[in-house]
């Protein structure tokens, strides 16, 4: 199950843990990435807390984390070849993955029909 936030983030929920990154809208309104600070690994983040940061020729853009949870992996690829995060947004290009602390959040979040209509506004 794929969700989304007002933030411009997505969630691939599988149990009780989500892959997380950018989604389209996100990568185009910045343009080129170049740089990603991606969180440390174990780190604790609570939901709306700054838990990355994505550069590109135009901007910086702080990547919030879309719920509570704890941080279990990031995309290293991601950190040598940050371009990923316009080429492959929703694939290869992911952020981090985070273990659910409440999945109930979730529930709260956009699905893809309220994301396309949110992002158009």
Known sequence: MIKYTEDHEWLQIEGDTAVVGITH??????????FVDLPEVGKTFAAKDVAGVVESVKAAADVYMPVDGEITE??????GDPSLANSDPLGKGWFFKVKLSNPA??????????YKAFSAS
């Open 25 to 34: 809208h996100a990568q185009d309104a910045l343009g080129d990435v170049v």
């Open 105 to 114: 959040q979730t529930d709260a979040l956009l699905d893809e029909t309220a």
């Open 74 to 79: 990031v995309n290293e690829a991601l950190r």
